[in-house]
């Protein structure tokens, strides 16, 4: 069974720091990996999609980087800004279709 | 707006209440999910909807009963639920068969069960 782990937790930095978010799954058979932002009692946002035959994806301050072989994905957020405050998800689309989620981590950016 | 719309946003029900959650996508997709976001834990999916026909159902208990009527529309029947059904109920969509697609999700309804 796909494992999803994020960590760390949670992370509080000031704002102009870079931010750097891991996530680790257990099967290396994947589609894609995604990345969501959610912000409190919301929906989920999509950032960043990487497929498996990537090594990373690029979006403004974004970058997101996926080693499939050693089954990590990390996140980066460049000069962070107090509205980056949220809770990142990382989500890997395994062998069967589905969508496994890690537990997220959340973010806080202090000016 | 995603591209997939919830509603209601709120939903406050007592256990012996039936009522419905709605979700809809104008985005092309055909396979529809439900998932459920309880505090502290990662998102549990729930049902998955591909081409209208329900192809997973991961253990949801029977108060829970979801409805496929066509390819932009979902809805998620409730009823004699329990106070720790109380979660914020997500809804996405993506292509059927188009593993190499990500996921849209809706804004989500937040559900409290008194």
């Known amino acids: 069974k796909q494992e999803v782990t994020q960590i760390p937790a949670a992370l509080s930095v000031p704002e102009g720091e870079n931010l750097v978010l891991n996530c680790s799954f257990t099967?290396?058979?994947?589609?894609?990996l995604q990345w969501f932002r959610q912000d409190p009692g919301k929906g989920l946002t999509s950032l960043l999609l990487?497929?498996?035959?990537?090594r990373e994806q690029t979006s403004g301050r974004l970058n997101a980087s996926l080693d499939k072989s050693s089954g990590r994905s990390t996140l980066y957020i460049a000069a962070s800004q107090p509205g980056d405050s949220a809770t990142y998800l990382c989500?890997?689309?395994?062998?069967?279709?589905?969508?496994?989620f890690g537990a997220g981590t959340q973010v806080v950016v202090t000016p | 707006e995603t591209g997939v719309t919830q509603t209601p946003r709120h939903l406050v029900m007592g256990m012996t209440n039936k009522k419905s959650l709605k979700c809809e996508q104008h985005?092309?997709?055909?396979?529809m999910y439900w998932y459920k976001q309880s505090a502290k834990k990662p998102l549990e999916l729930m049902f998955v909807?591909?081409?209208?026909?329900?192809?997973e159902n991961n253990s949801v208990p029977s108060r829970f009963s979801p409805e496929c009527p066509n390819s932009s529309h979902l809805f998620l029947h409730l009823h004699t639920l329990q106070p720790e059904d109380s979660a914020l109920y997500l809804c996405?969509?993506?292509?059927?068969?188009?593993?190499?697609?990500?996921?849209?999700f809706g804004s989500g309804t937040r559900l409290t069960v008194v």
């Open positions: 996405a969509s993506s292509p059927a068969n188009g593993q190499f697609y990500g996921y849209t």
């Open positions: 099967d290396s058979a994947i589609y894609n």
């Open positions: 990487i497929q498996s035959s990537q």
């Open positions: 989500a890997v689309r395994d062998s069967w279709g589905k969508l496994q």
């Open positions: 985005l092309g997709h055909n396979a």
């Open positions: 909807y591909s081409l209208e026909e329900r192809v």
